[in-house]
T-cell receptor, first 113, second 111 residues
Framework: SAVISQKPSRDICQRGTSLTIQCQVD?????MFWYRQQPGQSLTLIAT?????????ESGFVIDKFPISRPNLTFSTLTVSNMSPEDSSIYLC??????????FGEGSRLTVL | GQNIDQPTEMTATEGAIVQINCTYQ??????LFWYQQHAGEAPTFLSY????GLEEKGRFSSFLSRSKGYSYLLLKELQMKDSASYLC????????????FGKGTKLSVIP
């Protein structure tokens, strides 16, 4: 298994500002991902965080809005840029430990006013 | 593309058995995950099926039929703490480890 820590756990932000969410895994993992869970909805994959190269974004998500860093095998950040109320959501970091298990961090609950 | 369908809500009685179904249509498929998510918390891993058949883990069992694009999660001896959302997710594999999640089934366990 893996222990995944995210911070901040929650934040309230003003429209137009940016917030960076950090994700730390307690062991080296090959694959890390960022998901979004909007109120009452299931999880949607934002991007795969690639170590040493640009993240791979899913349809509907772009690097300018959600820049991602992955400087090593245990750490990643997701920035939500130029926030609007529509970005209010839970953002979840996840790590693939093996082909059979994907673990999630506790999530970062973001409210944009 | 991927399409995952599961019921939106279910209600069951404490001590009973409940089966949560999931059907999927995917362009690539390499396995099926089930997660439990309590309100306000992150999803927690329950099971992963790659081969057809039933896998049992204590009170929880998961079944997969690849030919039918169908899975279910079986919860036995229901407890109040089992009230949660249950998420079905298809793993595309083929060099990509991304999961596509269903919308989740909200299970309410009543006394």
């Amino acid at each position: 298994s893996a222990v995944i820590s995210q911070k901040p756990s929650r934040d309230i932000c003003q429209r137009g500002t940016s917030l960076t969410i950090q994700c730390q895994v307690d062991s080296q993992v090959t694959m890390m991902f960022w998901y979004r869970q909007q109120p009452g909805q299931s999880l949607t994959l934002i991007a795969t965080a690639n170590q040493g190269s640009e993240a791979t974004y899913e349809s509907g998500f772009v690097i300018d809005k959600f820049p991602i860093s992955r400087p090593n095998l245990t750490f990643s950040t997701l920035t939500v840029s130029n926030m609007s109320p529509e970005d209010s959501s839970i953002y979840l970091c996840s790590a693939q430990v093996s082909a059979g298990e994907l673990f999630f961090g506790e999530g970062s609950r973001l409210t944009v006013l | 593309g991927q399409n995952i369908d599961q019921p939106t809500e279910m209600t069951a009685t404490e001590g009973a058995i409940v089966q949560i179904n999931c059907t999927y249509q995917t362009s690539g498929f390499n396995g099926l995950f089930w997660y439990q998510q309590h309100a306000g918390e992150a999803p927690t891993f329950l099971s992963y099926n790659v081969l057809d058949g039933l896998e049992e883990k204590g009170r929880f069992s998961s079944f997969l039929s690849r030919s039918k694009g169908y899975s279910y999660l079986l919860l036995k001896e229901l407890q109040m703490k089992d009230s949660a959302s249950y998420l079905c997710a298809a793993y595309s594999g083929a060099g990509s480890y991304q999961l596509t999640f269903g919308k989740g089934t909200k299970l309410s366990v009543i006394p």
